[in-house]
């Protein structure tokens, strides 16, 4: 297969199903890396966190992360969204998701937020992309990723279910019979190797197998935001707020290295209020 028909078929996977695995796209020095700074904050996970993150697990927040600003500008991952038709990618946040052994499912949900004024919210080219690396392999059995394919630009009955999905009480599982945990129509599992990148849609619906496993089963979500240029001036500052909100308390020099690929929108437009819930024109 050459060069040009491999990322072919994986912007034709993405743009038709929501979700694509680019291989190999982080080096074993790398992955190594990203394990040791994942580790040491799990390490300093509270008894609250874990019990406010059932279904999570965990949630860490980049602000907290400043060591991961070479996994956030890896070369490689820049490539590859380069090389899939993805200009003027723009970063907003990234998160530290880790499910302890024997825990439940992660919850449905999409992680758009900009259903409310965004035109893009509802066309081919996503206004939001998730990039997870996984740091060990995944199967059914430690909680790989499930997705419902095709649902970033079709309703499915979960859309009407989940409203916004991201509450208080879906995360600690108060009620573990929803169909938020449950098997889902035409859902469809995404097993992938540490080291490869799982691209997806924002709006594609997207959950996780419990992991029943005796490992911890540890991710790394980054945002990105492909044609950010073209995205309404709101949109972009909603955007620029969440980046802007994860990085001013890092360390100048990782801030510097960020500033080629964080949000910059520096218009006087106020940010479009973040909207989880499709309107009537998703159908």
């Known amino acids: 297969m050459s060069d040009l028909e491999y990322w072919s078929i994986k912007r034709d996977a993405l743009l038709r199903d929501g979700v694509c695995i680019i291989e190999d796209i982080l080096d074993p020095p790398m992955i190594d890396k990203v394990r040791s700074i994942a580790s040491q904050k799990i390490a300093q996970l509270s008894d609250d966190h874990r ?10 927040p980049n602000r907290d992360m400043p060591e991961l600003v070479d996994l956030i500008i890896w070369p490689k991952t820049l490539d590859a969204l380069q090389r899939l038709g993805f200009d003027d990618v723009k970063f907003s946040r990234a998160y530290l998701i880790s499910k302890p052994p024997h825990s439940p499912p992660l919850f449905w949900h999409q992680d758009c937020t900009m259903w ?8 081919d080219i996503t206004p939001q992309l998730f990039a997870m690396f996984y740091l060990t392999d995944t199967t059914r059995e430690n909680g790989c990723l499930r997705v419902i394919p095709g649902s970033h630009r079709r309703r499915h009955s979960l859309h009407h279910a989940i409203a916004t999905a991201h ?9 573990p019979d929803s ?37 911890e089963r540890t991710v790394i979500t980054i945002w990105y935001h492909p044609m950010f240029s073209d995205q309404q001036e709101a949109s972009r500052a909603q955007i620029t707020r969440l980046a802007q909100t994860e990085l001013e308390h890092w360390p100048e020099s990782a801030r510097i290295a960020m500033a080629s690929i964080a949000a910059n929108y520096m218009g006087s437009a106020e940010p479009l209020p973040r909207d989880r819930v499709p309107g009537p024109q998703f159908t």
């Open 179 to 215: 169909p938020l945990y449950a098997t889902a129509e035409g859902e469809v599992d995404i097993p992938a190797r540490a080291g490869d990148l799982v691209l997806g849609d924002g709006r594609t619906l997207h959950a996780a197998h419990a992991n029943s496993s005796d490992h």
């Open 167 to 175: 509450t208080v009480a879906t995360r600690r599982m108060d009620t």
């Open 51 to 60: 019990r406010e993150q059932v279904s999570t697990g965990s949630m860490v």
């Open 116 to 123: 409310s004024g965004e035109p893009r919210a509802y066309a």
